[in-house]
């Protein structure tokens, strides 16, 4: 079946700093979807992408969807004490086009130090 | 502002004892997802339903787990026996249905079984 692999597990930066995530796919995706955990909450919807080699930014974190739809990136810039929490990307296979075919990544916990 | 409600927030139960977990769609959804949240396993899909109709329970161990939903309004999540195996965060999420759907995640309800 469809798996998603995310990298780093963790990572911890320093205030100021930028942050990236990687997520890649064992199969093509249909779409990518990004959400957003806050410690001691639940995943909050992001963004989605759609087009081979999309990119989408949102202020400070930019989006990628790789030319070949089988990876993904986020990207934060400058990162503040509020980006703190797990990102877990989301793809989404050609089998169908509802979030049945969601499979999400484990994650990347991004820890921040003042 | 639109939610997925889930009740209870939190539940203790010794082992062996049933623990039913509810879920109130957002109105006009017609997808319903069980996931379960672990530190080792990340977000695991237990089950969907699409238009009240359960679409894949794969993913749920079926001695014990059982999900319904007997109206729109309300989606269950059943365990007997519990088992400590099964402490987690449990959550309800709910889609519009649509092609590329995104999720709305409710609270979660964390599960402690001694």
Request: glycine fraction near 10%; proline fraction near 5%.
């Amino acid at each position: 079946g469809q798996q998603v692999m995310q990298i780093p597990q963790y990572q911890h930066v320093q205030e100021g700093e930028d942050f990236t995530t990687y997520c890649n796919s064992s199969t093509t995706l249909s779409n990518i979807q990004w959400y957003k955990q806050r410690p001691g909450g639940h995943p909050v919807f992001l963004i989605q992408l759609v087009k081979s080699g999309e990119v989408k930014k949102q202020k400070r974190l930019t989006f990628q969807f790789g030319e070949a739809k089988k990876n993904s990136s986020l990207h934060i810039t400058a990162t503040q004490t509020t980006d703190v929490g797990t990102y877990f990307c989301a793809g989404l296979g050609y089998s169908g086009g509802g979030a049945d075919g969601l499979t999400f990544g484990k994650g990347t916990h991004l820890i921040i130090q003042p | 502002d639109a939610r997925v409600t889930q009740t209870p927030r939190h539940k203790v139960t010794e082992m062996g004892q049933e623990v039913t977990m509810r879920c109130q769609p957002i109105l006009g959804h017609n997808t319903v997802f069980w996931y379960r949240q672990t530190m080792m396993q990340g977000l695991e899909l237990l089950a969907y339903f699409r238009n009240r109709a359960p679409l894949d329970d794969s993913g749920m161990p079926k001695d014990r787990f059982s999900a319904e939903m007997p109206d729109a309004t309300l989606a269950t999540l059943k365990i007997q026996p519990s088992e400590p195996r099964d402490s987690a965060v449990y959550f309800c999420a709910s889609g519009s249905g649509r092609i590329n759907e995104k999720l709305f995640f409710g609270s979660g309800t964390q599960l402690s079984v001694l």
